[in-house]
């Protein structure tokens, strides 16, 4: 189940007449590893390119300032590039990510080569050159209607973090120097100082 990328402009919403299953979904975005694809709750799969270089900078500094406070707080697992199996019927996947160990543990012992079905503890998300914002900012939402009980939305361009929480506004922060983790990931603190540069 191959996309042709080179002759479909990006990012693309597919809509197959029969949805595709869980397992024919794992398929196809084995076979498209150089894009982005995730599935609506309609079935729709939304594909878009990786990452700019950038954005991957960015990113791989927000990994590494999680990943070193998860290892010290020893909570959870920091995982990168995941997609999960949400209770709506989507398949989102997040660039960062953030899993208490006893509820990621189920997957790891059974081997699971899949997506896991299960909604994050938090999760961090970019703002891509390649994204069409209304969809992302329906996605953070989405990731909170799913069970997410924190959500971060990080905006190169702007400088800004956008907190997503369960019954709560989002809260924009404008050019912040820190942004102070809370809830399942209290304790983290994100300096921006070695996220923007």
């Not at 869980?22 to 982005?36: A, M, P």
């Not at 997506?115 to 703002?127: H, K, N, Q, S, T």
């Amino acid at each position: 189940m191959n996309l042709p990328i080179t002759d479909v402009p990006l990012p693309v919403r597919l809509l197959y007449q029969t949805p595709l299953t869980d397992e024919e979904l794992l398929r196809f975005s084995e076979g498209n590893e150089v894009v982005w694809i995730e599935r609506e709750p309609d079935g729709a799969l939304y594909v878009k390119p990786i990452l700019a270089t950038i954005e991957g900078g960015i990113c791989a500094a927000v990994n590494f300032a999680l990943g070193t406070w998860a290892e010290a707080d020893g909570r959870g697992e920091m995982l990168g590039r995941c997609g999960y199996l949400l209770p709506d019927g989507s398949m989102r996947g997040s660039p960062i990510s953030w899993v208490l160990k006893e509820r990621i543990a189920p997957f790891e012992q059974e081997k699971h080569d899949g997506y896991p079905r299960l909604a994050p503890d938090f999760i961090v998300e970019l703002m891509s050159v390649f994204d069409d914002p209304p969809y992302k900012l329906r996605k953070m939402e989405q990731w909170i209607a799913n069970g997410v009980p924190l959500a971060w939305l990080v905006a190169p361009e702007e400088k800004t973090v956008t907190i997503y929480r369960p019954g709560k506004k989002p809260e924009c922060l404008t050019h912040p120097t820190s942004v102070q983790g809370s809830g399942p990931i209290a304790g983290f603190e994100l300096v921006m100082a070695r996220v923007w540069e």
